[in-house]
């Protein structure tokens, strides 16, 4: 049983390019977290979906930044015209039933670095 | 606002020496309380987490954790750290019946002296 997958592992961008980050929860797993690291800080929500619904995308830049879960395929986090403050590692969770009790299973994340 | 804080951002212990890493949280009732530790390069593997009932958890690698309600903490113990639990550790908690979305604290980055 595979764990969550996201890739790629590492994401060079020249600024004002487009960052795609992806995300294939565990099997069996509806419910789909991306959060960000950046350097010295602990993670940050980000947005929640589930398949092809956005619940909660409080933590999202109000531009730049977009995120589905089709119904078929991964989860992908979009960034559009990357700016050097968004390099950061970027993490994906997914959970069974979206309760605050689960406990996730991360992904080894993605890290992104804006040159 | 809920909060999560860990005092410490480094500390260094010798192998074989007790651990003791602080988390406390500020939340409007009981959260769920998690904690995860984070290799180099690595994402977040749960250590353990606490739920409802005994307030002494288990978890795994030799961790166990204490929820004190009355101190709104939960620290995490060793009692005999090896080598290779250097990492950074992060504790969170999660709203109860919520969308489940967590907060982090900022982290402790464990070394371990040999």
């Known amino acids: 049983n595979a764990g969550v997958m996201q890739n790629p592992r590492h994401l060079v961008r020249r600024r004002g390019q487009e960052a795609r980050l992806r995300c294939s929860p565990m099997?069996?797993?509806?419910?789909v977290y991306w959060y960000r690291q950046l350097p010295e800080e602990g993670l940050k929500f980000m947005v929640y979906l589930q398949k092809e619904n956005i619940i909660d995308e409080s933590g999202m830049p109000k531009e730049r930044f977009s995120a589905e879960f089709p119904k078929e395929g991964p989860s992908i986090l979009r960034i559009q015209q990357v700016v050097r403050g968004d390099s950061a590692a970027y993490f994906c969770?997914?959970?069974?039933?979206?309760?605050?009790?689960?406990?996730?299973?991360f992904g080894s994340g993605t890290r992104l670095t804006v040159v | 606002a809920q909060s999560v804080t860990q005092p410490d951002i480094h500390i260094t212990v010798s192998e074989g020496a007790s651990l003791e890493l602080r988390c406390n949280y500020s939340?409007?009732?009981?959260?769920?309380l998690f904690w995860y530790v984070q290799s180099p390069g690595q994402g977040l593997q749960l250590l353990l987490k606490y739920f409802s009932g005994d307030t002494l958890v288990q978890g795994i690698k030799g961790f166990e954790a204490e929820f004190k309600r009355s101190q709104s903490s939960f620290n995490l113990r060793k009692p005999s750290v090896h080598w290779s639990d250097a990492a950074e550790y992060f504790c969170?908690?999660?709203?109860?019946?919520?969308?489940?979305?967590?907060?982090f604290g900022k982290g402790t980055k464990l070394s371990v002296k040999p």
């Open positions: 969170a908690v999660g709203a109860r019946g919520s969308q489940g979305n967590l907060i």
């Open positions: 099997k069996g797993h509806s419910h």
């Open positions: 939340y409007g009732a009981t959260p769920y």
């Open positions: 969770a997914s959970s069974p039933t979206g309760q605050g009790g689960d406990g996730y299973t």
